[in-house]
T-cell receptor, first 113, second 114 residues
Framework: SQKIEQNSEALNIQEGKTATLTCNYTNYSPAYLQWYRQDPGRGPVFLLLIRENEKEKRKERLKVTFDTTLKQSLFHITASQPADSATYLCALTFTGGGNKLTFGTGTQLKVEL | GAGVSQSPSNKVTEKGKDVELRCDPISGHTALYWYRQRLGQGLEFLIYFQGNSAPDKSGLPSDRFSAERTGESVSTLTIQRTQQEDSAVYLC????????????FGPGTRLTVT
């Protein structure tokens, strides 16, 4: 069965450092992958989308890579700030799966002063 | 402009009762999705509507769950004979079309079944 894995342990980093979050998937032929941010008590907010034929996507301090050989996406936040503290969700749409998104369980990031 | 809205924001119901949750998508968005999020868990896909096409109901966990959407507007998710395991946050999202588009989420409805 298809599975998306994100590190369930919280990631604590110091302000100004680069945060790197990992998303691994199995048994998918991905069409595209998305990253969302979720704050407590709120719905997820879209951050970036990357297609299976793209290696890297950037937006301001955010960077996503997509390695379909390793079946892995990395999500980077450079010059991290306390306001970046949130849970980050990886989601995949796979070929033949229609248009639905399958989400990972998310990784909590805490940026400390 | 207005985002996705959901009502009610919180719902407490007794086991065995029926509940109806409402979602107002962003105007002009043809695709609408329902998800369930249990405490500390990721989002679980329930159902997807795209225009006038038949909905993708592959995520509905049982026949107690159903959803409707009128055209490209409001959607309602109905849970009949609620059970305690139905307790979760129910999230609605819309997007400009199906496929490779970002989804815009509402704030969710927190359902508690006692």
């Amino acid at each position: 069965s298809q599975k998306i894995e994100q590190n369930s342990e919280a990631l604590n980093i110091q302000e100004g450092k680069t945060a790197t979050l990992t998303c691994n998937y199995t048994n998918y032929s991905p069409a595209y992958l998305q990253w969302y941010r979720q704050d407590p008590g709120r719905g997820p907010v879209f951050l970036l989308l990357i297609r299976e034929n793209e290696k890297e996507k950037r937006k301001e301090r955010l960077k996503v890579t997509f390695d379909t050989t390793l079946k892995q996406s990395l999500f980077h936040i450079t010059a991290s700030q306390p306001a970046d503290s949130a849970t980050y969700l990886c989601a995949l749409t796979f070929t033949g799966g229609g248009n639905k998104l399958t989400f990972g369980t998310g990784t909590q990031l805490k940026v400390e002063l | 402009g207005a985002g996705v809205s959901q009502s009610p924001s919180n719902k407490v119901t007794e086991k065995g009762k029926d509940v109806e949750l409402r979602c107002d998508p962003i105007s002009g968005h043809t695709a609408l999705y329902w998800y369930r999020q249990r405490l500390g868990q990721g989002l679980e896909f329930l159902i997807y509507f795209q225009g006038n096409s038949a909905p993708d109901k592959s995520g509905l966990p049982s026949d107690r769950f159903s959803a409707e959407r009128t055209g490209e507007s409001v959607s309602t998710l109905t849970i009949q004979r609620t059970q305690q395991e139905d307790s979760a946050v129910y999230l609605c999202a819309s997007s400009p079309a199906g496929g490779a588009y970002e989804q815009y989420f509402g704030p969710g409805t927190r359902l508690t079944v006692t």
